[in-house]
């Protein structure tokens, strides 16, 4: 089992940044995959943005690309999510995952075995 703890959430104003960090603890050395999502209210969970653990290899929603930066620290087993130049429609809840499986669809939900319980952020105009 692998359990995900984010923190690094708030409110900031548009334009500001945040960064979110996700602790991995138990048996990590099962993932492969890490991904942050986000869930705005009313809205379903929409991906945005996986690291291939072994590679460093990082992809990107549209909506984010060139914004946000996803990193790793394998020594701290901490996964992050730099945010630059927030906007409101970043206003969400964002959820951590992880997947142990090596081959994968890296945008859908299925595709991940472990989920943090998110962490608010809140972007004001």
């Known amino acids: 089992q692998v359990q995900l703890v984010e923190s690094g959430g708030g409110s900031v104003q548009a334009e500001g940044s945040l960064r979110l960090s996700c602790a991995a603890s138990?048996?990590?050395?099962?993932?492969?995959?890490m991904a942050w999502f986000q869930q705005a209210p009313g809205k379903e969970r929409e991906w945005v943005a996986t690291?291939?653990?072994?590679?460093?290899?990082?992809y990107y929603a549209g909506s984010v690309k060139g914004r946000f930066t996803i990193s790793q620290d394998n020594a701290k087993n901490t996964l992050y999510l730099q945010m630059n130049s927030l906007k409101p429609e970043d206003t969400a809840m964002y959820y951590c995952?992880?997947?142990?499986?090596?081959?994968?669809?890296?945008?859908?939900?299925?595709?991940?075995?472990?989920w943090g319980q998110g962490t608010q952020v809140t972007v004001s105009s």
């Open positions: 138990g048996s990590t050395s099962l993932i492969v995959y």
């Open positions: 690291i291939h653990t072994a590679s460093s290899i990082t």
């Open positions: 995952a992880a997947s142990a499986q090596r081959v994968i669809r890296i945008s859908s939900l299925n595709s991940y075995n472990y």
